[in-house]
């Protein structure tokens, strides 16, 4: 599997600067990293800074999580397929991305065997924290949700500030975010070792299927399918999911059909969709605390799952 770092933090934070400080880190050491990028215009500026030999893909004049997921999932199926070597996907969001809807754009089932996502490393502008008030509440509330999700948090700029004032803002992200390690630094310039330290997770025993590392606020779990399910009976289940499960799409095979739906699911709402071309009947949830949510069709008698593997 290939490990996946999504790069988030609002606009001038200073994410292509530690895109930039990571891709020569994992070239020095040998390995091959490949770039996926998100940009609001439709010109690649911070894209023009990547270096000819690392593989890249763009998302231009629109943003990961919403109307370019699709295009999301297209393009890193591009990436995987013309190149078989890569170690690495560094994954650079717009800074107008909300962070969770950008990974959820990440989590496909065409590929969710194939990545493994280590999380989000959020870098903040120090000094906008302070100023955070300043802002329109739309904009506040953007610039809290990236750091509230970060799973590593850089508060970059501290140059700009006093030992005093670097004091306050590392004190008061820490309150707001009591899970992610908060690093400061100058430039965005971290070892990649320490990300990969801080975002390495013990290895998941194989009857566990967690894409992302284990103890992440933010996980995944996918679910495949032996046989067709009853349309009705896997719509009571979804219902029945607690509210920690935020997102759910894939391909699931249905009774009577051809080829497997495609199936999504968002803050309670379903929607079905059919496929015209066969597709792997696997389906991947995201949420929280979520190792424990199985299918099990209610006319199975013995407690055993004849639709089920999880693997």
């Known amino acids: 599997m290939i490990d ?9 934070s200073g994410k292509t600067s530690l895109l930039m400080n990571v891709i020569g880190q994992l070239k020095e050491a ?5 770039v996926f990028m998100n940009e609001l215009g439709k010109l690649p500026f911070d894209s023009d800074a990547v270096e000819g030999d690392v593989p890249l893909k763009e998302l231009l004049d629109g943003c990961i999580c919403c109307t370019g997921s699709e295009q999301t999932e297209a393009q890193l199926q591009g990436l995987l397929e013309e190149n078989e070597d890569i170690d690495v996907i560094l994954i650079e969001t717009t800074g107008a991305a909300h962070p969770v809807e950008a990974l959820d754009a990440v989590y496909s089932p065409l590929f969710a065997d194939r990545l493994n996502v280590k999380g989000i490393v959020t870098v903040a502008d120090s000094k906008l924290w302070l100023d955070r008030d300043k802002l329109s509440p739309q904009i506040r509330a953007l610039y809290m949700e990236q750091i509230r999700h970060a799973h590593l ?3 970059n700029k501290s140059d700009l500030l006093t030992e005093g004032e670097m004091a306050t803002v590392t004190l008061e992200m820490a309150n707001f975010n009591s899970v992610a390690p908060i690093i400061q630094t100058t430039g ?4 990649f070792s320490f990300i990969e330290k801080i975002l390495n997770q013990p290895k998941q025993k194989t009857n566990e299927p967690i894409i992302s590392g284990k103890g992440l606020p933010l996980s995944s779990k996918l679910i495949t399918f032996k046989e067709s399910v009853n349309r009705e009976e896997f719509e009571d289940w979804v ?5 920690t499960v935020y997102r759910m799409k894939g391909y699931v095979p249905l009774i009577g059909a051809k080829n497997p739906y495609l199936f999504q699911y968002a803050y309670g709402m379903v929607s079905w969709l059919p496929e015209y071309v066969k597709m792997d009947p696997r389906l991947v949830v995201i949420g929280e605390g979520i190792d424990f949510i199985t299918y099990e069709s209610s006319s199975n008698q013995y407690g055993v799952n004849p639709y089920l593997n999880e693997s």
Do not use: Q
């Open 4 to 12: 996946v770092y999504l790069f988030s933090g609002f606009l001038g």
């Open 30 to 34: 040998g390995k091959k990293p490949a």
């Open 153 to 155: 948090l850089l508060a």
């Open 188 to 191: 965005a310039k971290i070892a």
């Open 239 to 243: 219902k029945s999911l607690p509210d």
